[in-house]
């Protein structure tokens, strides 16, 4: 079976003061803290969450 893609994120803006929705799109990313990196699956879903917040957040490329 082939593997997932993925894409890792980090969060490198404040969550506070932001709307609801914008912060439910972090939450569900899986992000909790500034600075934080984590890896989620390239689905339309999370591309569509990444899009809606992507003021907030950047992708990581390896090294």
Not at 1 to 9: D, G, L, P, S
Request: glycine share 6%; net charge positive; hydrophobic share 40%.
């Amino acid at each position: 079976m082939a593997q997932a893609k993925t894409m890792r994120v980090k969060l490198v803006r404040s969550q506070h003061g932001r709307l609801k929705a914008h912060r439910d799109c972090v939450r569900g990313l899986g992000l909790r803290r500034m600075h934080q990196v984590v890896e989620v699956e390239d689905t339309p879903a999370t591309r569509g969450m990444l899009n809606k917040v992507a003021y907030m957040v950047t992708l990581v490329e390896d090294a």
